[in-house]
Nanobody, 115 residues
């Protein structure tokens, strides 16, 4: 089992920045890919960004150029640096990971972007 705990969400004005963190504990050696999903009000859940154990990254088109995903394997921590935030980025953000990117889920952290 893997436990994922997110932090760093909050309220920010449009154009601002936030950094989300996700601490992984448990059977961390089973973790290959990790990522961030989000679900906004009235929207479907979507994969925002992902990163493989080798550091390969991928992003949803809606966040390319604004968000950066990274992982510190020594600290067992995943990050999502978000810049130029828009009101449409408002959502609950979930950290995920495992052999497949969505094997395990955190409880989520709320990000609200005011216009």
């Amino acid at each position: 089992q893997v436990q994922l705990v997110e932090s760093g969400g909050g309220l920010v004005q449009a154009g601002g920045s936030l950094r989300l963190s996700c601490a992984a504990t448990g059977n961390i050696f089973s973790i290959n890919a990790m990522g961030w999903y989000r679900q906004g009000p009235g929207k479907e859940r979507e994969l925002v960004a992902g990163i493989s154990s080798g550091g390969h990254t991928w992003y949803a088109d809606s966040v390319k150029g604004r968000f950066i995903v990274s992982r510190d394997n020594a600290k067992n921590t995943l990050y999502l640096q978000m810049h130029s935030l828009k009101p449409e980025d408002t959502a609950m953000y979930y950290c995920t990971g495992g052999k497949a990117i969505n094997d395990y889920w955190g409880q989520g952290t709320q990000v609200t972007v005011s216009s």
